[in-house]
């Protein structure tokens, strides 16, 4: 292993550009080839991508003259001197391209969720643990810098005991130069359910640990073609908690984008907001901390400064998301599909 690590992207559109710019400010990783079946992309003309993390100008064409570039991924996956592949394929691609890299004996990061289905999550973690080398799936909202101190201040016990916990991600379904409008289709992202709101089913495994049932209700059809565009889960611990997440892309294209939380334990409040990051305590003191860092502003940044730092150190990327978590958080997923579908709770099989 060189002193950066030799990275491969497959798929340049919204994840993939936000990866290669973050890759190139770090300055851990380069990249050395990339794969997209659009060759305008790989002509460095990254005009049609929408969206970006403000620092970069897809106006003027990106200088791929140092890159090998693929428009089939299984031949970047086949370049020996590749040591990361960073998957950002729509959904219902991860498992084959996942699986092909692993194999290969590759490092890889690939984009949330791991899989279109429970099914392929574990086949994609199975083949991952059998691997030397190392796999991370991007559920970049637990790397997030204010729900990762969010995380480490009610872990530390100092709040005391949970009595509620509410998330929400609300967004406009803004997908408009997608590959193929493939977050519209169902059987490709999962609908609103798997690709938006599994940050938070996520985040309340991640806080709580595995709950035993849920109920759910939803509504589907609307911006997507049959998946669920905006719900709400209650999740179930046996402990006489309430733990709720609501998660929709339904509203109309302007509708400001909102991720926030709130968690009541007995001795304060941490909550994200539109009034921001803040922690109100019992004795009336309020904190508003600001964890982000100036070179780690985002939950991607730091989520890839990990992985390649852990790639570099030689140390098993599993501190803040496991393979099991992987899988329970898709599991939960499922659960709440059946749960809206049959109008009724729903025990997890995990
Ligand atoms: N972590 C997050 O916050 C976040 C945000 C958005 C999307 N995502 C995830 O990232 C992944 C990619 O989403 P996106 O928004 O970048 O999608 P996108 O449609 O913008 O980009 C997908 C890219 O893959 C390319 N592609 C399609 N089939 C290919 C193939 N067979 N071989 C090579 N390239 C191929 C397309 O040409 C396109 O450039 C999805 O799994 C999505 O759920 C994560």
Redesign the pocket.
Known sequence: MGTKVKVGI???????TTHYHIHQKLGKSEIIAV????EK?LNGDWSS?VGNIGDTDYSKPIDMSSIKTYTD?MDLINNREVEMVDI????H??EKFVIAAIKKGKHVLC???VGRTLIEAKRITEEAERSNKFFMN?L?VRHWPEYRHAWELYKSGKLGKLISATFKRVSPSS?DN??ND?FMNSDM?GGALL?LHLHDTDLVRYFFGRPSSVTSFGVGGFRSDKGIDHLFTNYDFNDGTLIMAEGGWDPAKNTPFEMSFQIVCEEGTIRLSETGYQIMYEDGKTEAPEPAKENLPTG?HVEIDYFISSILDEKQPDKYLTTAEMRDSIAIIEAEELSIKEKRTVKIEY
């Open positions: 497959i798929g340049l559109g919204f994840m993939g794969a997209d079946v659009d992309k991508v991924a950002c394929l729509p959904t691609l991860h984009e949330k969720p991007g970049c997908h997608s590959w493939w992202s690709d991607w």
